[in-house]
């Protein structure tokens, strides 16, 4: 009996530290996820960085890696620094080969495919263009006479620029390149893609609003998205967004006229020129938001469906699965409402969806 009792003891005592070692292993399996924040400036604007991981992060060494990435790609596609790739680029007037970097070269080859695929509503070669509607690094004064604009538009087209085996040719000495409508996504794409090589999986990548991410956030939910609601005149009070969107994962850009204007004698007019006809956009459609796999995609997508029609723009997306987007627009009566092409959910509109 004696014999038993003390077996029982020796047994219980085990199973008492094999819970314990249970328990500890449970926890430091188990250990909070740690969130950080991480903010700079990049390409005129600012960019935001957001990970979750339960692991440790070393935030100053990400923030440089971070910073040493985007400070590469400005040199590279910055019309506003003098000595970037692409200034020297758009002051190289031959018709000879010229070598380029592999990203600068990547980033013009995509957006010389999207402007195929728009019949030339988006176009890269808009540099000079701009700068005579007053944007840019070197903009002009006053509203342009229509020859200017027409004399210009001799220079412009995405046709002038030729990609081939890593290298760029001229067809035409003067032709200029901008790559604002497109290099911000490219610039979230590569942030994004050195977080996931560095082994994260829950990533918020934004710069000046265009962001991709993947993974979930510090809640264990689905990233969210603001859908950004433009100034109004209206008495009412304002609401900073018209609509959510939770995903699992994409990427996200918005084309505006309302963010960037300029007045020129008391006219103001929309960053957006219609590369066609030389001048700004006057359409009723107040914004475009465009979801795809790529930042780069959505944002060269959104700028292009800003230079078109709703109609236009819907029939050009009619036959493309990888691309959604949501467009919102002011009604004849100056009635907001949303229309959408693709698979969407949006999450608490506060405009008719039609």
Same mark, same amino acid.
């Given at each position: 009996?004696?014999?038993?009792v ?9 199973k ?10 449970? *926890?430091?399996?188990? !250990? $909070?996820?740690?969130?950080? *924040?991480?903010?700079?400036? /990049? #390409?005129g /604007?600012?960019?935001?960085?957001? +990970? ?5 992060? %070393?935030?100053? &060494?990400? &923030? ?26 758009n002051?190289?007037?031959s018709?000879?080969?010229? @070598? ?8 013009v080859e995509?957006?010389l495919?999207?402007?195929? &695929?728009?019949?030339?509503m ?5 540099? @000079?263009?701009?700068?005579l509607?007053?944007?840019?690094p070197?903009?002009?004064?006053g509203?342009? %006479?229509?020859?200017n ?19 760029? #040719? ?5 032709a ?10 490219y ?8 977080? !996931?090589?560095?082994?994260?999986e ?24 603001g859908?950004?609601?433009?100034i ?7 609401? $900073? ?5 939770k ?15 300029? @007045?020129? @004698? ?9 590369? &066609?006809?030389?001048? $700004? ?9 465009? +979801?795809?796999? /790529? ?7 959104a /700028? ?21 987007? *949501?467009?919102l627009m !002011? ?5 907001r =409402?949303?229309? #959408?092409?693709?698979? +969407?959910?949006?999450?608490?509109p506060? =405009?008719d *969806?039609?």
């Amino acid at each position: 009996m004696i014999v038993l009792v003390k077996l029982f003891k020796i047994l219980k005592i085990k199973k008492t530290q094999l819970l314990l070692g249970f328990l500890l292993l449970f *926890i430091c399996c188990d !250990r $909070p996820d740690e969130k950080i *924040i991480i903010k700079g400036s /990049t #390409m005129g /604007t600012s960019y935001v960085v957001k +990970i979750v991981a339960n692991k440790d992060i %070393e935030t100053k &060494k990400i &923030k440089y890696s971070i910073d040493s990435i985007l400070v590469k790609l400005n040199k590279q596609m910055s019309t506003w620094d003098p000595e970037s790739e692409i200034s020297k680029f758009n002051r190289w007037e031959s018709l000879e080969p010229y @070598d380029v970097s592999r990203q600068f070269y990547e980033v013009v080859e995509s957006a010389l495919y999207l402007s195929k &695929k728009t019949n030339g509503m988006f176009d890269a070669t808009v540099f @000079d263009l701009s700068s005579l509607w007053g944007f840019g690094p070197n903009p002009k004064s006053g509203i342009p %006479e229509k020859k200017n604009i027409d004399s210009i538009l001799t220079l412009t087209g995405y046709e002038n620029i030729i990609c081939t085996n890593g290298i760029l #040719m001229k067809k035409n000495r003067k032709a200029k390149l901008d790559l604002n409508a497109i290099a911000k996504g490219y610039g979230v794409d590569v942030i994004f893609n050195f977080l !996931r090589t560095s082994g994260f999986e829950n990533i918020f990548v934004e710069i000046g609003g265009e962001v991709k991410f993947t993974g979930y956030n510090f809640r264990n939910e689905n990233w969210s998205v603001g859908l950004e609601n433009p100034i109004s005149n209206q008495i009412d009070k304002q609401i $900073p967004f018209f609509g959510v969107l939770k995903n699992e994962g994409c990427a996200i850009a918005t084309s505006a006229n309302y963010r960037n204007f300029v @007045d020129l @004698d008391g006219t103001i007019l929309g960053h957006t020129i219609n590369p &066609k006809s030389g001048f $700004p956009i006057q359409t009723n459609v107040l914004s475009v938001t465009v +979801i795809s796999k /790529t930042c780069m995609e959505s944002d060269g997508w959104a /700028t292009a469906l800003m230079t078109m029609s709703y109609e236009q723009g819907a029939s050009i997306l009619s036959g493309n699965d990888s691309v959604s987007a *949501i467009w919102l627009m !002011r009604g004849a009566d100056g009635l907001r =409402y949303i229309t #959408m092409e693709g698979e +969407i959910n949006i999450i608490d509109p506060i =405009y008719d *969806i039609r």
